[in-house]
Structures are given as structure tokens and as C-alpha cells.
């Protein structure tokens, strides 16, 4: 099994362009979701969804689109590419929401940089 | 508003000592606390986790102390090894609803 796999591992966009993160995951997780890391501030949660077909927004939507057409996969938009989206993004699996369903399994994530 | 507060931002630890990682939560519907791991270029990875009908669970060299009045929680690391540095999150959830909320991440290093 290869798990949560990313592509592309590197990116580097200029300001205003468009790209999309691919997420796919092998173990028939229900639920997936995206993080950005930045240095001092954590983990914080884009977006995630609930099931094929369903989205919703986390921490830190905005600037960033999500869509869940299949199971196993979770793409990542970014419309119009700014500086301040210039971060390593992960994507991150989990049978379900409650206790020990909870255990996140992350990709190896998405280093972006917009200049 | 960050519901859960890790401090500290950075620790070094001689090989051998004990590691010790805090957090701190406001919401009393947070049920289950997990801690995970991140190596360097690696995506994290759960360590150990607790929910707050126990004080405490250890695994091998790892523990996490879960203090419910006082809504703190925190990992420690014995006998730690260079192979520990890593940067540790610790986080929380409630009932099921919402996804993990992670603390900031403390970074680990463990010098011989």
C-alpha cells in the first residue's frame, strides 16, 4: 500500500497563476483533508470532506478551492497563486472523526512557492 | 483564537534526559488528545494518544500526562536519543464532530 501520496512534491508559481494539488490515498478512508505548514504556526486546516461529493471549509479557506469527485483522491486549487500561499502543504486520510478512528495518516507533502 | 496552546516553541535535550512538551486546552469537550511526530521532509506521524478517562498512557519511552482540572496535557520522552529530533504536535478533538485542532509544534533536538 502506498498510503497518502502528493503530487507534485515541488512547485514554483508566479503570482496570479493557477495550479492543482493532487492527493490520493489507497486505505478507503472516509475522510481527507489539507494542511498547510508555516514556520512558528502549526499545522492549519484548509479544507476536508466528509465523503466523496462533500467539502468544508477548516482554519484558513480562503484563496484555496477543494473538490472530492472520487473516494480516493482530494484535489487542492489554488485560483490565483499570492506570496502568501508560498508554504509546504499536506494531505492527510482517516477512517472517520471520532477516537480511534481519528488517526490522521499524512502524505509527504507539497513544498509551494509563489514568487 | 488557538484552542490549544504547546509550548515550548524549541527544546535541546542532552542524550539520555528527559523531554518534557506541554499543552493546554480551553474547550472541556475536547475528548481525545493525540500527539504526533515530524522528521524533517516527512509528513507527521501519530505517536501516542490518550482520552481524559485515564491520567496516563505510556508506550516504550513515551508518555503522555493528561490533567483534567487543570485541561493541560503534556509528552514526555525518556532516555531521550538523537533520534527523537523531530518537531512534536500535540492536538485535540471533540465528540467526533470537527476535525483535529493541532497545537504549533515544539522542536526537538537531542544532542549526544
Known amino acids: 500500500n502506498a498510503g497518502v501520496t502528493q503530487t507534485p512534491k515541488f512547485r514554483v508559481l508566479k503570482t496570479g497563476q493557477s495550479m492543482t494539488l493532487l492527493c490520493a490515498q489507497d486505505?478507503?478512508?472516509?475522510?481527507m483533508y489539507w494542511y498547510r505548514q508555516d514556520p512558528g504556526m502549526g499545522l492549519r486546516l484548509i479544507h476536508y470532506?466528509?465523503?466523496?461529493?462533500?467539502?468544508a471549509k477548516g482554519e484558513v479557506p480562503d484563496g484555496y478551492n477543494v473538490s472530492r469527485l472520487k473516494k480516493q483522491n482530494f484535489l487542492l486549487g489554488l485560483e490565483s497563486a499570492a506570496p502568501s500561499q508560498t508554504s509546504v502543504y499536506f494531505c492527510?486520510?482517516?477512517?472517520?472523526?471520532?477516537?480511534?478512528?481519528?488517526?490522521?495518516?499524512f502524505g509527504p507533502g507539497t513544498r509551494l512557492t509563489v514568487t | 483564537q488557538q484552542q490549544v496552546k504547546q509550548s515550548p516553541q524549541s527544546l535541546i535535550v542532552q542524550k539520555g534526559g528527559i523531554s518534557i512538551i506541554n499543552c493546554a486546552y480551553e474547550?472541556?469537550?475536547?475528548?481525545?488528545f493525540p500527539w504526533y511526530q515530524q522528521f524533517p521532509g516527512k509528513g507527521p506521524a501519530l505517536l501516542i494518544a490518550?482520552?481524559?478517562?485515564?491520567s496516563e498512557k505510556k508506550e516504550g519511552r513515551f508518555t503522555i500526562s493528561f490533567n483534567k482540572s487543570a485541561k493541560q496535557f503534556s509528552l514526555h520522552i525518556m532516555d531521550s536519543q538523537p533520534g527523537d529530533s523531530a518537531t512534536y504536535f500535540c492536538?485535540?478533538?471533540?465528540?467526533?464532530?470537527?476535525?483535529?485542532?493541532f497545537g504549533k509544534g515544539t522542536r526537538l533536538s537531542v544532542i549526544a
Open positions: 474547550n472541556t469537550a475536547f475528548d481525545y
Open positions: 492527510a486520510s482517516s477512517y472517520g472523526l471520532a477516537g480511534g478512528l481519528l488517526e490522521q495518516y
Open positions: 490518550i482520552r481524559p478517562d485515564v
Open positions: 492536538a485535540a478533538s471533540s465528540h467526533g464532530n470537527t476535525p483535529l485542532v
Open positions: 470532506s466528509v465523503g466523496e461529493g462533500t467539502t
Open positions: 486505505m478507503n478512508h472516509e475522510y
